[in-house]
């Protein structure tokens, strides 16, 4: 175990798997990365983006961190975005967050962690302000699966309200964002119903979809 060769192993056999079934399936992939989509979701392990969706290596341009939070001055994810947007010319942007996550969780609960509490400041600042919404939730793990959607529907505002993507809207290109739930127990993904194509009632969709929760 301590030089990993498990895991080199199993992707030895990966590999192989993979041209058995094409052949030419990794000089394909080396030559074009043109995927459709951009993935912005939780770190969690057990949230992994490719499988959920059935995509192959190439289809799916992915920023992960811990709550999928897409803050204003991250040019991390920024830079993502921007990438995605301006040079794969994406189509569509999802945002996936997901029921019972440890990250939203450790917010609402004021659990202490160390230097990630303030990464999950920006959560709490949501709880703050949907309160009655979460509190009306009822037990915790409710509260705290309400919050994860609270949240899906706030990050997916603040992609749309990104410089990049009011750019693209206003310059005609086609470009849609979405807000998703994942599911741990099921494994299936809910859609929030704060998909946003264009920089027009944006206010009203995010409204919407907070009232319809
Ligand atoms: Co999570």
Redesign the pocket.
Same mark, same amino acid.
């Given at each position: 175990m301590t030089t990993l060769s498990n895991l080199l192993d199993n992707n030895r056999r990966w590999a192989s798997d993979k041209i058995a079934g094409q052949h030419d399936f990794f000089k394909r992939l080396e030559k074009i990365q043109s995927p459709q989509y951009l993935w912005i979701g %939780?770190?969690?392990s057990r $949230?992994p983006a490719n499988e959920i969706v059935a995509l192959d290596p190439g289809e799916l341009f992915v920023h992960r961190n $811990?709550?999928?939070v897409v803050v204003h001055s991250d040019l991390n994810c920024l830079s993502v975005i921007q990438y995605a947007v301006d040079v794969l010319n994406v189509k569509h942007i999802m945002v996936v #967050?997901?029921y019972g %996550? #440890? #990250?939203?969780r450790a917010a609402l609960t004021n659990k202490r962690y160390g230097l990630i509490d303030n990464w999950l400041r920006h959560i709490q600042d949501i709880h703050q302000k949907y309160r009655t919404i979460v509190d009306a939730a009822g037990d915790e793990n409710k509260q705290v699966d309400r919050l994860c959607e609270l949240n899906v529907i706030e990050q997916t505002l603040n992609v749309c309200e990104t410089t990049v993507i009011q750019d693209a809207w206003a310059r005609g290109q086609s470009l849609k964002v979405h807000g998703w739930i994942y599911g741990l127990n099921d494994g299936l993904i809910r859609d929030l119903k704060i998909t946003m194509d264009s920089a027009d009632d944006m206010a009203a969709i995010y409204q919407h979809a907070i009232t319809i929760l």
């Open positions: %939780c770190s969690d $949230v $811990v709550a999928n #967050g997901h %996550c #440890g #990250g939203v």
